[in-house]
């Protein structure tokens, strides 16, 4: 493949990356959450270049992004609840699971043969521009080799992916910094994985608590796999120091090498999460030592991702 292109996120830039998308291939963008690598979701070559290019297990289902909810309801089986939770969270960092309808027209490799679909609408204003100037749903995990440190900027997704896809749109650091949040819709709303958006914010719109998925459930959904957001280096949580070989990332007023927030907040936590890990890990350490984050809040969608990234691989 020839070098990968970075594209500015203006309008040249977004035409030829929808012009690289109805060609078949492949290309990283911004959204508020992480970089996605994006490919035409109707697509079996495509979407087969997105496991290929990433590395992926194919039992590992993508997320499909749309503009807006008209948009949504084209693909999946449209519910009182989804209408509910699109009105309050759409655009945003809410990825929605409901049953496929029968005339969905996707690649069953999107969905790893799952009567399901995982679908997003999201915030970022490059990414609502590429969808509607590519004028298709676009599959898209994060734009990074499979099981590593997911990117939250261009630079993120050159150092793993460049050369193996055709181009990425440059809009900048992601705002978010975490994914999205993946909620089930089946009989009872459940908590799919944790993500940029609060569970708290969710079942307040609900009006109720989100079933939780078991630890030992199947795959469903994306982001469910046990070792995941992983550095090359080892990751030890819960740590108050530095053992001899490590760096510190730690949380709160404390002595560290990079810290996610020294005043303790979970938003700019979650925003820094991905960033300070590439940046220690570009320093090759013998290990990343994680200090305790709070179970709250954004804090479940922390500590989920680093609790994947110092799984055993």
């Not at 959204?31 to 270049?49: H, I, K, P, Q």
């Not at 005043?263 to 890990?281: K, P, Q, R, T």
Request: charged share 15%; aromatic share 4%.
């Amino acid at each position: 493949m020839p070098e990968t292109e970075l594209l500015s996120a203006d309008a040249p830039g977004i035409a030829r990356a929808a012009a690289i998308l109805g060609d078949g291939g492949l290309v990283a963008f911004p959204t508020e959450t992480v970089y996605g690598l994006g490919g035409d979701a109707r697509s079996d070559l495509a979407v087969a270049g997105i496991f290929d290019a990433k590395g992926r297990p194919r039992f590992n289902p993508l997320i499909v992004h749309v503009p807006d909810a008209d948009a949504a309801r084209r693909y999946v089986a449209w519910s009182e609840t989804a209408d509910r939770l699109a009105g309050a969270f759409w655009p945003g960092a809410l990825t929605l699971v409901l049953p496929l309808r029968a005339d969905h027209g996707l690649s069953p490799l999107v969905t790893a043969e799952l009567p399901t679909l995982a679908i997003r609408c999201p915030a970022h204003p490059v990414a609502t521009a590429l969808l509607r100037a590519a004028d298709a749903p676009l599959a898209a995990p994060s734009a990074n080799p499979s099981g590593r440190i997911s990117p939250t900027t261009p630079d993120h997704v050159l150092a793993g992916l460049s050369g193996r896809i055709a181009a990425v749109l440059d809009g900048g650091a992601c705002t978010v910094g975490l994914e999205s949040t993946i909620v089930g819709l089946g009989h009872t709303p459940t908590l799919l994985r944790p993500g940029g958006l609060p569970a708290e914010a969710i079942e307040a719109a609900l009006g109720h608590p989100l079933a939780r998925r078991a630890a030992n459930d199947t795959l469903t959904a994306p982001g469910q796999m046990a070792s995941h957001y992983a550095p090359g280096a080892r990751v030890r949580l819960n740590a108050t120091e530095a053992r001899p070989g490590e760096l510190l990332l730690g949380f709160g007023a404390m002595e560290c090498d990079l810290n996610l927030s020294p005043s303790g907040d979970l938003v700019e936590a979650a925003a820094n999460l991905f960033g300070h890990l590439h940046a220690l890990d570009a320093r090759a350490p013998a290990g990343i030592a994680v200090a305790p984050v709070p179970m709250k809040g954004l804090g479940l969608a922390i500590n989920d991702r680093l609790a994947r990234a110092a799984a055993p691989r």
